[in-house]
C-alpha cells in the first residue's frame, strides 16, 4: 500500500509541484493519475522512488514513512518498486538482455538465475526473440517493452509508469498499456501509469487519479479524463 | 566480477587509463631511484663507519701506560664502538703483510720504523670530529688521520638526496593523485546515465562506487608494478659500472628481498593514491539521489 499524508512539493524555483496531497493506493491496483504537463504527475511518481523529497508530509509504503528511512535502505525500497520511464533510460551501447539484467546484476544474482529471469521477462512482454539485439535495432514500442522487461524482472510489489506512451503511436500505445494491464492482473503487481493520453484512460476504466496544479481535482474508480 | 567489469570499462577508454598509469609509473619510478639512493648511501655510510674512521699514531718515546690511559679516556666518551691498540709489532706485520710482493719495501724495515696507533671505530659518522679533536689535543699523539670530509660529505649527500627526493617524489604523487581524480571523473561523466539508471533499480553506493575505487587502485598497482620491474632491469644491466664505481664497498648482487619489499611498499601506497583519487572524483562528481 501507497500512502500520501498532506504531502507537498516546492522546488527551489518556487514552483509548486504538489499542493497538499491525500492519496491511498491499496495492492494490486491500477491507477492512472492523469493531468497537463506541470500538474505534478512526474513529481508524485519520483517521490514515491524518494528520488526526490517532499517540502512537507509523510509517504508510507508498506506502512513504512520513507522519508525516515536511511540512506542505505533506500535501494531496498527501490529494489521493490519497478520504473518505466517515457525517455526508456535504456543503455544503448547494451543489448536487450542486458540491459533487462541491469536489476539483477546491482543485486549480485548469479549467471544461472540471470539467464533464466531475463528470459522469463523477455517472453512476457513478446520480446523473447530480441534479445541480442542493440535498442537502436528496435522499434518505439519494442524499446518501451525492453524497459518494463527491466522493471518488472525483480518482480517488484509497484510498477511505476512515468508516461509510457508518450512517444508511441496510438496501436503501439495501446498495446504497452494492455501489457502493463496483463502484469497487474497475472502478477497483483500495483499500477500507478502518469499520463495525459485521454483515450487510453478512457479505453481501460480504470481509478482515475486527476491532478490539477498541483491539486488532486477527481479520484474515480472506472473514471474518465478529458484533457 | 566486479574486476571484470573494471577491466571492461578500462578498454573503452584505454588512453585515459594509460595517462593515470604512466603517471604513476613515471612518479614510482622517480620514487624507486630516490629509494636506492638513499638506501645505496646508507650502505655506503655503513661501510664507512665500519671502518676504522680515526687512527692515532703514538710518538715513539709514549709508553704502555700513556696508550692505555688514552684509550680509556677514548672509549670513556660513550661515543666509540671498538678501540683497537696495535703495537709497533703488530704494525710491522701489517706493513710486511701489505707489501709481501715487494721485497724492497721490506729490506731494514723493522718495528722501531713504525708507530703504534690506535684504530677507533665510532658509533655515528658525526662523532668522528669530535674523537678526532680528543686525539690530536693529546700529548702523545703525534699525528690523527681521519676520512672526516668524506664522512660529513657522505651524510650531508644523503640528507640532500632524502630531503630532494621526498619534495619531487611528493610533487610527482600530486601530480598522479589529480590525474586519477581527471580520469576517474571523466569516467563516471561517461557513465552518468547507466549510473544512474543502477541507482533507480535498486544499487547500493557501494555498489556504484567499487568499480571506480577498483580502477584507482589499479592505476596504482600497475603503475608501482611497472615502476619496481623498471628500477630492477636498469639497476641488473648497470651493476658492474656501479660495483667498479664503488671499488671495495660490497653492494651488489642486491638481494631479491629488497626489490620484494620495495614492490610491497610501492604498490600498497600507489593503490592508497589511486583509492584516494577516486574517492575524491567520486564525492566530487557522483550525486547519487
Known amino acids: ?227 | 566480477m566486479k574486476v571484470k567489469k573494471t577491466l571492461r570499462v578500462l578498454r573503452r577508454s584505454p588512453y585515459q587509463a594509460l595517462a593515470a598509469t604512466l603517471a604513476m609509473s613515471l612518479t614510482f619510478f622517480i620514487a624507486s631511484i630516490f629509494v636506492v639512493l638513499i638506501v645505496g648511501g646508507q650502505v655506503v655510510l655503513n661501510y664507512i663507519e665500519q671502518r676504522p674512521q680515526v687512527i692515532a699514531f703514538f710518538k715513539d718515546q709514549t709508553t704502555e701506560s700513556q696508550i692505555n690511559e688514552t684509550i680509556t679516556n677514548v672509549k670513556a666518551t660513550n661515543l666509540t664502538k671498538d678501540v683497537k691498540y696495535i703495537t709497533k709489532e703488530e704494525a710491522l706485520a701489517i706493513y710486511r703483510e701489505r707489501n709481501k710482493d715487494e721485497p724492497l719495501l721490506l729490506e731494514s724495515v723493522t718495528a722501531d720504523f713504525l708507530p703504534s696507533s690506535i684504530d677507533v671505530s665510532v658509533k655515528r659518522a658525526q662523532d668522528i670530529n669530535q674523537i678526532s679533536q680528543m686525539l690530536k689535543e693529546n700529548q702523545s699523539v703525534e699525528r690523527v688521520i681521519t676520512p672526516e670530509n668524506l664522512v660529513e660529505q657522505l651524510v650531508k649527500w644523503t640528507k640532500t638526496v632524502r630531503a630532494g627526493g621526498i619534495l619531487f617524489v611528493s610533487t610527482l604523487l600530486s601530480i598522479s593523485f589529480l590525474i586519477i581524480i581527471m580520469v576517474v571523473g571523466m569516467r563516471i561523466a561517461i557513465r552518468r546515465d547507466e549510473i544512474s539508471i543502477m541507482s533507480l533499480v535498486g544499487a547500493t553506493k557501494w555498489y556504484i562506487a567499487k568499480p571506480f575505487f577498483l580502477e584507482g587502485a589499479l592505476y596504482g598497482f600497475i603503475g608501482a608494478s611497472v615502476a619496481t620491474f623498471l628500477i630492477y632491469v636498469i639497476l641488473l644491466f648497470y651493476s658492474p659500472n656501479i660495483q667498479n664505481f664503488l671499488g671495495p664497498i660490497q653492494i651488489f648482487p642486491i638481494s631479491p628481498q629488497f626489490f620484494v619489499y620495495l614492490w610491497i611498499g610501492e604498490v600498497a601506497i600507489a593503490s592508497a593514491v589511486g583509492i584516494a583519487g577516486s574517492a575524491i572524483a567520486l564525492y566530487r562528481y557522483l550525486r547519487i539521489k
Do not use: C, W
Open chain 1, 1 to 227: 500500500m501507497i500512502e500520501f499524508v498532506q504531502v507537498s512539493k516546492k522546488y527551489p524555483n518556487g514552483q509548486i509541484a504538489l499542493d497538499d496531497i491525500n492519496l491511498k493506493i491499496e495492492d494490486g491496483e491500477f491507477v492512472f493519475i492523469v493531468g497537463h504537463s506541470g500538474a505534478g504527475k512526474s513529481s508524485l511518481l519520483r517521490l514515491i522512488t524518494r528520488e526526490i523529497t517532499p517540502s512537507s508530509g509523510r509517504i508510507l509504503v508498506n506502512n513504512e514513512d520513507i522519508l525516515k528511512m536511511t540512506s542505505k535502505k533506500i535501494p531496498l525500497l527501490r529494489r521493490k518498486i519497478g520504473t518505466v520511464f517515457q525517455d526508456f533510460k535504456l543503455l544503448l551501447n547494451r543489448t536487450v538482455f542486458e540491459n533487462v539484467a541491469v536489476p539483477l546484476e546491482v543485486v549480485s544474482a548469479s549467471e544461472a538465475q540471470v539467464t533464466k529471469e531475463v528470459a522469463e521477462a523477455l517472453d512476457k512482454v513478446g520480446l523473447g526473440d530480441k534479445a541480442n539485439s542493440f535498442p537502436a535495432q528496435l522499434s518505439g514500442g519494442e524499446v518501451q517493452r525492453t524497459a518494463i522487461a527491466r522493471a518488472i524482472i525483480s518482480k517488484p510489489q509497484v510498477l511505476l509508469a512515468d508516461e509510457p506512451t508518450a512517444d508511441l503511436d496510438p496501436e503501439t500505445a495501446h498495446g504497452v498499456v494492455k501489457l502493463l494491464e496483463k502484469i497487474n492482473d497475472e502478477d497483483k503487481t500495483t499500477v500507478i501509469m502518469a499520463t495525459h493520453n485521454e483515450t487510453i484512460v478512457n479505453h481501460f476504466k480504470k481509478r482515475v487519479v486527476v491532478l490539477k496544479k498541483g491539486k488532486i481535482e477527481r479520484d474515480e474508480k472506472e473514471g474518465k479524463y478529458e484533457g
